[in-house]
């Protein structure tokens, strides 16, 4: 069964860290397209991150670039987004995603939606106190 499975989500205060984890089973996640997203109460789920699974470049939404980093350990088959200096807007529940991306759909996760994310896991929730 492929599937994705998050942790790491909790409460921080505004200026402080958090770093999501995303273990994935059944499949190997180095294969895959990977991405976070997150939705804030009461707005659509947006993109957060990605990895390309062509060449292996990342991509940030504007808001987060300078303070989150994604990463993935293949040898524990996980995929991480490292957040500091979280704000007050940075709440909400983060979701990974994974995509096979074969045969290549597009060359750079930046072009992906989140329609065409395969696997998502069950989401954690992410809280800033300002």
């Known amino acids: 069964q492929l599937q994705l499975v998050e942790s790491g989500g909790g409460l921080v205060q505004a200026g402080g860290s958090l770093t999501l984890s995303c273990a994935a089973s059944?499949?190997?996640?180095?294969?895959?397209?990977i991405g976070w997203f997150r939705q804030a109460p009461g707005k659509e789920r947006g993109g957060v991150s990605c990895?390309?699974?062509?060449?292996?470049?990342?991509h940030y939404t504007e808001s987060v670039q300078g303070r989150f980093t994604i990463s993935r350990d293949n040898a524990k088959n996980t995929m991480y987004l490292q957040m500091n200096s979280l704000k007050p807007e940075d709440a909400g529940v983060y979701y990974c995603?994974?995509?096979?991306?074969?045969?290549?759909?597009?060359?750079?996760?930046?072009?992906?939606?989140?329609?065409?994310?395969?696997?998502w896991g069950q989401g954690t929730q992410v809280t800033v106190s300002s």
């Open positions: 995603a994974a995509d096979a991306n074969f045969p290549v759909k597009y060359y750079t996760c930046a072009a992906y939606t989140q329609g065409d994310y395969e696997y």
């Open positions: 059944g499949f190997t996640l180095d294969d895959y397209v």
């Open positions: 990895i390309s699974n062509t060449d292996g470049t990342t």
